[in-house]
């Protein structure tokens, strides 16, 4: 069968077999950031954005997304700079494999759109679905506390800081 | 994997697809998809829900929320009247998986894949919730679900939507123990749901407030989620104290058949169910 969709605002047009999974797809098109790894949706090393939400590509199907808009790491950094966020990893050592860093970047992005001041908690909470298993987590949430914060003061909107005056 | 992936845009053609032999529904997919990859479901024909309009929707009505079959955790959690009116409902659904699952699992689908182990399940079968079928029955959750992936569900029937009735209740708790925080499958899950004769109190006063109503379920630990009518019933009128707690932990005891799976043992799940009412007597709140 033939779909129809974007990865990161690039329209592909192919053909899949009905069982096809996202993430098969993807590494077919070259999309190389999102691992094929656990393969029992444990690790959320295949996260991607559908429609901006973050979901496991090893548990969609392809034939689901047919006219909908996929993002992938890829799609964070322009002409070879890094996001706020990848930045942020850097920065903070977060980094040490990278395997996992695909998926991470991606659910972290989507938490940063929903809330711009996240408190530790709500980072490890959001995050509970992207193992890692070189740095651990510490380091990782407060690169993206880190990013929020850049995120933040890059913003023209003034954000409203939970409980404090700013 | 040799099927056809159909996507139709009403629920006529739905129904007109369902009437084939070899059919399944998905939404999200994050059950079917499993089963289909390991090959215990080889279908001939999957059939997504995702573009039929008229099952995405949330009615908040005066007496009860109806929730429509497309409807996923994610946009289930971020709906206020879902967190003012049925606080276990989302305390439930936030342990589900993670949020990459919850975008795309719906709580129809969790009731519709009739897991013991259903999160969302649990606190629908506290709630007293209704299953509303394509034709238009509609009956209750306990009578729903018969088994392990078992459902009263006709063939060629599709569940539309699920009715829970509004009810304010003083006290609700939803616990799951599982092996690690996220994308797991509960061990044993609890929840419990108390009405307070004239209101509650806090753990340092004394009164003489009692238990009016009383409803408790636990997952994981028999064919299905598992209502304990008979510690509902003795729980009339009691109070919450240490000799409240231990007598009805013996009928918890009692009550739970789990078996030995790979999660855990029957005898460690039955000693777990049994301590986990003791959170009555740690929480803030009681009557």
Redesign the interface.
């Known amino acids: 069968?033939k779909v129809e969709f974007k990865v990161n605002d690039r329209k592909h047009s192919i053909e899949i077999?009905?069982?096809e999974?996202l993430v098969e797809t993807l590494r077919r098109l070259g999309y190389k950031s999102v691992k094929h790894a656990c393969?029992t949706?444990?690790c959320?090393a295949c996260?991607v954005q559908?429609d901006g939400?973050?979901?496991?590509s090893c548990?969609?199907?392809t034939?689901?997304v047919?006219g909908h808009d996929v993002k992938t790491v890829e799609g964070f950094s322009k002409e070879g700079e890094l996001s706020a966020v990848q930045k942020a990893l850097v920065d903070e050592g977060a980094v040490q494999c990278g395997f996992c860093i695909p998926g991470l970047v991606v659910?972290a992005e989507?938490?940063l759109k929903e809330n711009l001041n996240p408190n530790e908690e709500e980072i490890k909470t959001?995050?509970?679905?992207?193992l890692c298993r070189c740095t651990g987590y510490v380091s990782q949430t407060h690169a993206i506390m880190k990013a929020a914060e850049i995120r933040r003061s890059s913003t023209s909107v003034p954000v409203e800081k939970r409980g404090e005056s700013s | 994997m040799d099927f056809t992936f159909i996507t139709p845009d009403t629920e006529k053609e739905l129904k007109a697809q369902l009437s084939d032999r070899g059919s399944f529904l998905m939404a999200g997919g994050t059950d079917l998809l499993v089963k289909v990859r390991i090959g215990k479901i080889k279908p001939r024909k999957v059939i997504s829900t995702l573009k039929v309009s008229t099952l995405h929707f949330l009615e908040d009505k005066t007496d009860e929320l109806v929730i429509g079959a497309t409807i996923t955790h994610s946009e289930l959690m971020k709906f206020k009247p879902l967190t003012r009116d049925f606080p276990i409902l989302h305390d439930a659904i936030f342990t589900i998986g993670s949020a990459q699952i919850r975008n795309r699992g719906t709580l129809v689908g969790n009731i519709v894949n009739a897991s013991p182990a259903g999160d969302g399940l649990l606190a629908l079968y506290l709630l007293n919730a209704k299953v509303e079928f394509s034709d238009g029955s509609i009956i209750p959750i306990e009578e729903f679900v018969i088994g392990p992936g078992q459902t009263t569900l006709p063939a060629g029937e599709y569940v539309r939507a699920i009715h829970i009735p509004k009810d304010k209740w003083d006290i609700h708790y939803f616990e799951k123990v599982g092996q690690r925080n996220s994308m797991t499958i509960s061990v044993a899950s609890v929840g419990w749901l108390i009405k307070c004769k004239n209101g509650v109190m806090f753990s340092s006063e004394r009164g003489g407030r009692t238990i009016e109503e009383f409803r408790i379920a636990y997952g994981s630990v028999a064919p299905t989620v598992l209502r304990l009518r008979d510690v509902e019933e003795f729980a009339k009128g009691k109070h919450i104290d240490e000799e409240f707690v231990h007598s009805i932990s013996e009928m918890v005891k009692k009550d739970v058949h789990p078996i030995d799976d790979v999660r855990g043992s029957a005898e460690y799940r039955k000693t777990l169910c049994a301590n986990l009412v003791y959170r009555m007597i740690e929480e803030e709140v009681k009557c």
Do not use: E, H, I, Q
């Open positions: 069968m077999k009905p069982g999974l393969d949706a444990s959320g996260s559908l939400n973050p979901v496991l548990r969609t199907f034939a689901a047919d659910t989507a938490l959001y995050l509970n679905g992207n």
